[in-house]
Nanobody, 121 residues
Framework: QVQLMESGGGLVQPGGSLRLSCVASGSISKIDEMGWYRQVPGSERSEVATITSTGITNYAGSVKGRFTISRDNTENTVFLQMNSLKPDDTAAYYC???????????????WGQGTQVTVSS
């Protein structure tokens, strides 16, 4: 079984910064792409940023230049550094990873439980 555990959410003022972390644990053989998504009530979950196992990144237009995704492959961890936060960034942030477990033939799509980020004065 695989678990993704996020941390680092909270309340921050506009213009502030937060750093989210997500650790994958369990019977992991290989982790492919990892990413962060966010969702506000009444809306669909949307992609924020993704990173491949070789470090190729992709960002949503609304966060480009403000957010930075990175990963530590030795620790099965993905990070999201969020700077210049705006009220529109308020959402539940979810970690996602494409993981091949030791017992599987094909990789599976795994999600964390989510961490709330609130940007407000």
């Amino acid at each position: 079984q695989v678990q993704l555990m996020e941390s680092g959410g909270g309340l921050v003022q506009p213009g502030g910064s937060l750093r989210l972390s997500c650790v994958a644990s369990g019977s992991i053989s290989k982790i492919d792409e990892m990413g962060w998504y966010r969702q506000v009530p009444g809306s669909e979950r949307s992609e924020v940023a993704t990173i491949t196992s070789t470090g190729i990144t992709n960002y949503a237009g609304s966060v480009k230049g403000r957010f930075t995704i990175s990963r530590d492959n030795t620790e099965n961890t993905v990070f999201l550094q969020m700077n210049s936060l705006k009220p529109d960034d308020t959402a539940a942030y979810y970690c996602n990873a494409i993981i091949l477990t030791r017992s599987a033939t094909w990789p599976g799509d795994y999600w964390g439980q989510g961490t709330q980020v609130t940007v407000s004065s």
